[in-house]
């Protein structure tokens, strides 16, 4: 059974970056068969996508975060990381990390498992 | 970019089928996901590719894709599907995943 974890500080003050992890149990980041994503909810909003991480290293992220955001992996740790610079209070959400399934042809992509989210509040 | 409409509430008896739009353009060409997320939880996948069903879901949840509209459609609905929905597709465009808005299920 696929599970994800999220961990990292809850408060975060202004102006400074945010740091979340998430640890992999049950799938091994560096078997190459998925990609794994940050996603985001507001405090009674919906959902949006922060960026996708590869075992390799390569990334994508949302073009309205990409200045901000960084994914990195640890294969060693089966892990993998979120960095958002300069917050503000807008930053303030739920974050989750999840498992990208790819379809055959390559062109659909769906989040399954997710973790349990993780609360971060911006706020000085 | 690709953008997905939901209502923003759908309501329904115990008993009855409840119907979950998402409006696209051209949406019956891509993949649509479908989540279910209860207050306070994160969201699980019921539905993936338009109709098929994960593992441990039930069969009353099921799915369907054509022209600009894809609907998540739940018989027999019980108040514990009382929820937020929430649609999803892969933008290839863009290369990166759009969410819709997400439907209040209420269950009266």
């Known amino acids: 059974q696929v599970q994800l974890q999220e961990s990292g500080p809850g408060l975060v003050k202004p102006s400074q970056t945010l740091s979340l992890t998430c640890t992999v149990s049950?799938?091994?980041?560096?078997?190459?068969?998925?990609?794994w994503s940050w996603i985001r909810q507001p405090p009674g909003k919906g959902l949006e996508w922060i960026g996708y991480i590869y075992y390799t290293g390569n990334t994508n992220y949302n073009p309205s975060l990409k200045s901000r955001v960084t994914i990195s992996v640890d294969t060693s740790k089966n892990q993998f990381s979120l960095k958002l610079s300069s917050v503000t209070a807008a930053d303030t959400a739920v974050y989750y990390c999840?498992?990208?399934?790819?379809?055959?042809?390559?062109?659909?992509?769906?989040?399954?498992?997710w973790g349990q989210g993780a609360l971060v509040t911006v706020s000085s | 970019s690709y953008v997905l409409t939901q209502p923003p509430s759908v309501s329904v008896a115990p008993g009855q089928t409840a119907r979950i739009t998402c409006g696209g353009n051209?949406?019956?060409?891509?993949?649509v996901h479908w989540y279910q997320q209860k207050p306070g939880q994160a969201p699980v996948l019921v539905v993936y590719?338009?109709?098929d069903r994960p593992s441990g879901i039930p069969e009353r949840f099921s799915g369907s894709n054509s022209g600009n509209t894809a609907t998540l459609t739940i018989s027999r609905v019980e108040a514990g599907d009382e929820a937020g929905y929430y649609c999803q597709v892969w933008d290839s465009s863009s290369d990166h995943p759009v969410f819709g808005g997400g439907t209040k299920l209420t269950v009266l």
């Open positions: 051209n949406i019956g060409s891509k993949g």
């Open positions: 590719d338009d109709s």
């Open positions: 049950g799938d091994s980041i560096s078997s190459g068969n998925h990609y």
């Open positions: 999840a498992r990208d399934i790819i379809s055959r042809t390559g062109n659909k992509v769906w989040f399954d498992p």
